[in-house]
């Protein structure tokens, strides 16, 4: 079975700029988490999806949006960036949104704003 | 709110030598316990989770056990290989589906 994809792998952006950043799950999986690991540091919770609901917002500014679709993919949207939003930006899903259920990670979106 | 401190590297130890990664974390409740591993351009990988007190998760030769007296949860293996270099990250789980990562400990393994 495919893992947790993300697409694109990279991204060059210019300050000011928007973008969307997107994942599909684990088949079979209702939640979507987005996490943002800025280089040497750990993992960032932005959000969580549960049935295409948000569970839960992280301590981002409102330039942070995202959705969760009826298939259970998500979108990450980050309008006006700035040079700190360039990170890592992961994606993970897992099938219920509660408590002990593993969260599975994708290989991340690399987004770098000039 | 919730953290987890871990200790800095990178840690730099040649093949075969024992492994030692501390973790702390500070929470109001019993959250799960959980280290994960990241490889060069990969995303995050479980590596092992303990669910309460005094359990012992374990992977791969890689164990850890949940230590709520010191509230700790140190990362340790008995001979650690080249190919376990990568980025050791020690993380909670409270409430809901909710990570909280620490900083992240560099392992270099030299052959």
């Known amino acids: 079975d495919a893992g947790v994809t993300q697409s694109p792998t990279h991204l060059i952006k210019t300050r000011g700029q928007h973008v969307t950043l997107r994942c599909s799950p684990i088949s079979g999986h209702k939640s979507v988490s987005w996490y943002q690991q800025v280089l040497g540091q750990g993992p960032q919770f932005i959000f969580q999806?549960?049935?295409?609901?948000?569970?839960g917002r992280g301590n981002f500014p409102d330039r942070f949006s995202a959705r969760q679709f009826p298939n259970y993919s998500s979108e990450l949207n980050v309008n006006a960036l700035l040079l700190g939003d360039s990170a890592l930006y992961l994606c993970a899903s897992s099938l219920r949104g509660a408590e002990n259920s593993p969260l599975h990670f994708g290989n991340g979106t690399r987004l770098t704003v000039t | 709110g919730d953290s987890v401190t871990q200790m800095e590297g990178p840690v730099t130890l040649s093949e075969e030598a024992f492994l030692t990664i501390n973790c702390t974390y500070t929470a109001t409740g019993y959250p799960s316990l959980f280290w994960y591993v990241q490889y060069p351009g990969e995303g995050l990988q479980l590596l092992l989770k303990a669910t309460k007190a005094d359990d012992k998760g374990s992977n791969k030769g890689f164990e850890a056990t949940y230590r709520k007296e010191t509230t700790s949860f140190h990362l340790e293996k008995g001979s650690v290989q080249v190919s376990d270099s990568a980025v050791y990250f020690c993380a909670l789980m409270e409430y809901g589906n909710k990570l909280v990562f620490g900083a992240g400990t560099i392992l270099r393994v030299k052959s």
């Open positions: 999806y549960y049935e295409k609901e948000e569970r």
